[in-house]
């Protein structure tokens, strides 16, 4: 027997009894807002709330499936003008209202509509849920207060044998997690005790990594998909490229083969934009920037050699140490090389040699980070041995801005995502600087001490308010820093835009006059050269003509003496006949008396 026990209530015990009616909307009390009433408000900001920093536990979850939004656009035709009639002319559409206004349908359609319109304005007019009561009221604006950053959480590697965070990625989808590879770049330091891991952090759970990833080789570099947030791909010590999807594990889902790979470490692999949205490309210190497909990693699709001479010869080719690819420029992309040159690349040129287009130098030693600016992309920052320099397209030469040089070295760099005019370096002196350049040049806005040890790696996640360093010894620190270093300020991009050109057109003049230098000294050397040359040939006709007249002289002598000789041998003849005997070369002075006495009597 089944028992069964009914609770009751009285009707009376829970309130009144809803009856609803179908009635027009009625007005019953306008209550007029009462400003003094805002003086019992109090905001709380900030809101602290107490939480427990221990594993949460529940008995069961759910995954539920990624919905993806896509904004597109469609043509609504119905209801709207005929066919036959052109909504641009205006003499068919007001031919066209007055049929239609003509007509008994749409005067008995148009009543009809008319008393539901009146119901739904009177129920408007009833209460407005969008008015502001209190909008005559002046709103106090919030002063603005000094640059500052606050350290939020610290990620430690894990493992016992600390390896350097070099390279930092956020989740595309503004969630809190930071994909963090650890490598050691020492020569032949690796230990068999040291980890090849790399995480995946959760920024809300520091004790340990939400996912971890095992490659083969220790990652150098790691980005995700910018449209598939499940996939990373990462470039290997050993110069291999592999890929993971978060949802099938910590083992790489493929690699790429290793007589096809880099032979260096590869320092930056980056997503292209595409339809499928698997293509990407990396670059590493042996010279080659190869591309590849993720569903295909056996080889690469392309392969370009980084030789300035455009021969494609390997053994000339120029390390690349960073990479830079803006998508609303898809043909072309830049790469930084270990030698300090910037070279400017064309991926749709025709043949091999075409794809350098240019090269960009100025700087000493390796350029560790290459990044265009967000809002102005013909403009692009890099970041090299003890300075940081902001170049424009136009010029090749010599960039338009620089920072002083520092006493450290500087190892990373990026522009904030959200401001024009700000940028972000990390040193080897566990220095992190932001830079405002319509603030202030010659100083950065805000230097923070992150860490004893050296910062090698730096990442701004994209609304600009938190940013990501690693360091050495394979911490990362996440940063917040302040609103007025992340919001765009009044007329910033004009400001930006103005600086950006006027320091453009400076380098142009200055680039002009040292040309017009240039070309004065040329041409002064050539005018010497030929000023020597004329001396030379001077100096050589003087000669000549000396030796000229000499020989002249020479011969005018030696005929003189000849023509002498012959008269001096008939006038002996002529003497010898005379005294009837042979006169000797003994008794030549009286040969020679006589020629005397002879002239003297001719």
């Known amino acids: 027997m089944e028992i069964v026990y009914v609770y009751t209530k009285k009707r009376s015990e829970f309130g009144r009894q809803c009856n609803f009616s179908d009635k027009p909307a009625e007005l019953h009390v306008d209550i007029l ?6 003086d019992n408000f109090i905001d709380r900001d900030p809101c602290d709330v107490a939480i427990q920093c221990t594993q949460e ?12 939004c896509e904004p597109c656009g469609i043509n609504h035709v119905e209801g709207g003008w005929p066919k036959d009639v052109n909504s641009q002319e205006m003499e068919q559409t007001i031919r066209y209202r007055k049929k239609v206004e003509k007509d008994e349908n749409y005067v008995n359609t148009l009543m009809q509509l008319g008393s539901h319109m009146e119901h739904c304005i009177r129920q408007n007019n009833t209460i407005d849920i969008y008015q502001e009561y209190f909008e005559e009221e002046e709103i106090v604006e919030e002063m603005e207060g000094q640059p500052s950053a606050k350290t939020v959480n610290v990620f430690r590697d894990p493992n016992e044998v600390k390896r350097t965070a070099t390279s930092l990625s956020w989740h595309p989808d503004g969630s809190c997690k930071l994909a963090v590879a650890y490598s050691s770049m020492e020569f032949q330091k690796v ?15 520091t004790n340990k990594p939400e996912m971890t990833l095992k490659p083969v080789s220790p990652l150098v570099c790691l980005e995700y998909n910018p449209k598939d947030s499940h996939i990373l791909i ?29 032979r260096d470490p590869v320092y930056k692999v980056i997503w292209l934009q595409s339809k499928t949205g698997t293509d990407s490309f990396s670059a590493s210190t042996d010279g080659q920037v190869l591309w590849w497909d993720i569903r295909k990693m056996s080889e690469p699709t392309e392969r370009l050699v980084l030789d300035p001479s455009k021969k494609g010869n390997l053994d000339n080719a120029l390390g690349a140490f960073s990479l830079e690819f803006e998508t609303t ?66 010029i090749r030469d010599s960039s338009i801005m ?22 972000f370096t990390v040193k080897m002196d566990g ?172």
């Open 33 to 38: 807002p009462d400003p003094s009433l805002t």
């Open 57 to 68: 536990m529940s008995e069961h979850e759910v995954n539920t499936e990624r919905f993806d």
């Open 191 to 205: 230990t068999k005790d040291m980890s090849y891991d790399s995480y995946i952090w959760d920024l809300e759970n």
């Open 234 to 262: 990462g470039g290997s010590y050993n110069g291999q490229i592999a890929y993971w999807d978060t949802r099938k594990g910590s083992q790489p889902v493929e690699m790429s083969a290793v007589e096809h790979s880099h």
């Open 329 to 394: 420029m898809p043909t072309k992309f830049m790469v930084g090389t270990e030698q300090g040159v910037v070279v400017s690349c064309n991926r749709k040129a025709k043949t091999p040699a075409e794809k350098i287009v240019c090269t960009y130098s100025g700087h000493y030693g390796p350029i560790y980070a290459l990044q265009r600016n967000p809002f102005f992309p013909k403009n692009f920052l890099t970041v090299a041995d003890w300075t940081a320099r902001i170049w424009s397209e136009d």
């Open 402 to 423: 620089w920072t002083k040089y520092h006493m450290a070295y500087l190892s990373d760099g990026c522009w904030s995502p959200a401001r024009p005019s700000v940028f």
């Open 431 to 602: 220095t992190l600087d932001i830079w405002d350049f319509l603030f202030k040049q010659n100083d950065p806005t805000l230097s923070l001490k992150v860490c004893d040890e050296a910062l090698y790696s730096l990442r701004v996640q994209d609304n600009g308010r938190f940013l990501g360093c690693g360091s050495q010894l394979g911490t990362a620190t996440l940063l917040e820093i302040s609103s007025g270093l992340c919001t765009l300020q009044k007329n910033e991009k004009a400001l930006a835009t103005a600086m950006f050109e006027r320091e453009t057109k400076r380098e142009k003049i200055l680039e002009a006059c040292h040309r017009e230098m240039r070309l004065k000294e040329r041409s002064r050397s050539e005018q010497s050269k030929e000023d020597e040359a004329k001396d030379g040939e001077a100096e050589e006709s003087a000669e000549e003509l000396v030796a000229c007249a000499e020989r002249e002289f020479y011969e005018v002598v030696e005929a003189e003496m000849k023509k002498r000789g012959k008269d001096d041998k008939k006038e002996k003849e002529k003497y010898e006949r005379k005294l009837g005997k042979t006169v000797s070369n003994e008794n030549i002075f009286m040969f020679t008396d006589y020629l005397n006495t002879s002239s003297q009597e001719f």
